[in-house]
T-cell receptor, first 114, second 112 residues
């Protein structure tokens, strides 16, 4: 079934460690996004990529980096994790930024930083 | 930046009752979207609104894009237990349909 795959499903991480959250889509969508979800705050955009080879900062980019080497993969890296990065992270994709298409979301990665 | 205020934060209703929730924005949006999130899953799009004043239905769900372009509401009629979940409004003000601003969410509980 086509869609978005996020890995890991959940992770407990010590503060200061480096962590990469993986996101892969098989729909050949051009645009991909990373959001974090926190209780009472909804989902907030961290980084995005309109097409392979390009990335941009969202609302809360500090402490995170992304890369888009190809169309299918959009990993999110925490270089040195801090407790405030404890959250549920969602990856999403769209066929293109100018199309009236719904975003497809993965099932999320639950990350706890101790 | 743009902010969305979604209310109510939570609702506890009896099966069969109608539900209404809304979002207001501090700035104009060009698109309003309503999502539902079930536990352990990502948000799933329920209704998309692209024009001010637009009223759109999807089964028992009805949503409207406010004429001021700063608000939207979602109604659920004759609620059923599977309506339980978190409902989010989302919008954006530009032409890039992916960079969404989300509301804080409404947690809906339906008692049989």
């Amino acid at each position: 079934i086509a869609g978005i795959t996020q890995a890991p499903t959940s992770q407990i991480l010590a503060a200061g460690r480096r962590m990469t959250l993986r996101c892969t889509q098989d729909m050949r969508h051009n645009a991909m996004y990373w959001y974090r979800q926190d209780l009472g705050l909804g989902l907030r955009l961290i980084h995005y990529s309109n097409t392979a080879g390009t990335t941009g900062k969202g609302e809360v980019p500090d402490g995170y980096s992304v890369s888009r080497a190809n169309t299918d993969d959009f990993p999110l890296t925490l270089a040195s994790a801090v407790p405030s990065q404890t959250s549920v992270y969602f990856c999403a994709s769209l066929p293109g930024t100018g199309l009236r298409q719904p975003q497809h979301f993965g099932d999320g990665t639950r990350l706890s930083i101790l | 930046g743009q902010q969305l205020n979604q209310s109510p934060q939570s609702m506890f209703i009896q099966e069969g009752e109608d539900v209404s929730m809304n979002c207001t924005s501090s700035s104009i949006f060009n698109t309003w979207l309503w999502y539902k999130q079930d536990p352990g899953e990502g948000p799933v799009l329920l209704i998309a609104l692209y024009k001010a004043g637009e009223l759109t239905s999807n089964g028992r769900l009805t949503a409207q894009f406010g004429i001021t372009r700063k608000d939207s509401f979602l109604n659920i009629s004759a609620s059923i237990p599977s309506d339980v979940g978190i409902y989010f409004c989302a919008g954006h003000g530009g032409t890039s349909y992916g960079k969404l601003t989300f509301g804080q969410g409404t947690i809906l509980t339906v008692h049989p």
